[in-house]
């Protein structure tokens, strides 16, 4: 653990900077924080960006522009720094450059994370990796664009502080990002509630073919890979799906999977309280929060949901 990023900064002179497989608001806005924050305050060091495939929404964000979707050349930074990762192999596209690094540094808030970096600084259960990465930074050091950034991935992984990872500090810590004056409204509308057409229409189609298990216990929706093609959608489409579902009213669980690879699947998993769903997806070698977590399987729609299923039971009787 670490008190202030500047004390992983001393003697270096290249850094680099990476997210997880599939970045969510959070893992785009902790990122692009600290690549901000070293780039105003430490113009001496060399500093990338890597993420995979950013979606589209977040591009008002400073540094977005940046942002290094491929590997490119081999690279051997001083300091790499994983900002919402929970475990190497989540490691999105710079997971080489990661390996070659002289040290490296994980800032993260998964329950599930055992620590991977030289340096792990990592604290479980708090909202988000961006309110864990604020509490490494100079308050004084922060300008408007960094605070805008910090804030989306707050916003992002608290639901729009819904969730109940938010705490009094969380909402504290918003405000004081608000207070910078960026448009706090637009960022919630554009990136968080708004969907496209096409990201209505597959939410659509999950819904109506989606199926309740445990009398009413648990709900799960699916798309296949012969349906992904249809519509013509990437995972980053998908975004919205989990959270929809599990807005149904009664339910324990909600299950979201698609399939990406024929007979391997994408699951992701919503709580609403009763059952820790981290614990499921570290079983099937995932991870996540209590109530918010995902994994890879290999299987049949019905083999994963039998398997899912089972582990659900051994917490809350369906």
Do not use: W
Request: net charge negative; proline share 2%.
């Amino acid at each position: 653990m670490i008190d202030n990023i500047s004390e992983v900064l001393d003697g270096v002179k290249t850094v680099g900077i990476g997210g997880h497989v599939r970045p969510d608001g959070d893992c785009i806005g902790s990122c692009l924080a600290l690549y901000l924050y070293l780039r105003r305050n430490y113009p001496e060091i060399e500093t990338d960006i890597y993420l995979e495939e950013p979606r589209p929404v977040f591009y008002f964000l400073g540094g977005f522009d940046d942002i290094r979707t491929e590997a490119g050349e081999e690279k051997q930074y001083d300091l790499f720094i994983t900002c919402d990762v929970s475990a190497r192999a989540r490691i999105g596209v710079a997971g080489d450059h990661f390996d070659k690094a002289a040290k490296t540094v994980c800032i993260d808030h998964h329950v599930s994370n055992s620590g991977f970096a030289d340096v792990n600084h990592i604290r479980g259960g708090i909202s988000s990796a961006s309110e864990v990465l604020y509490g490494l930074l100079d308050r004084e050091k922060i300008d408007c664009g960094i605070a805008e950034t910090l804030y989306t991935g707050i916003a992002h992984d608290t639901g729009v502080f819904h969730y109940s990872s938010t705490t009094p500090e969380t909402m504290r810590i918003a405000a004081d990002l608000m207070s910078f004056g960026f448009d706090f409204g637009r960022i919630l509308d554009d990136t968080f509630f708004k969907k496209t057409y096409l990201e209505n229409q597959v939410i659509g189609r999950v819904l109506a073919e989606s199926i309740m298990l445990g009398g009413g216990k648990c709900v799960v929706g699916s798309l296949r890979k012969k349906d992904m093609d249809f519509y013509q959608v990437k995972p980053v489409d998908l975004d919205g799906v989990i959270a929809q579902l599990n807005l149904t009213s009664g339910i324990e669980v909600a299950i979201f999977l698609y399939e990406f690879e024929t007979l391997h699947y994408k699951v992701s998993l919503r709580s609403s309280g009763h059952v820790d769903v981290s614990k499921i997806a570290m079983f099937f070698g995932g991870g996540g929060h209590e109530r918010a977590a995902g994994f890879e399987m290999n299987g049949t729609f019905y083999d994963i949901v039998n398997n899912i299923t089972e582990q659900i039971e051994k917490q809350c009787p369906l």
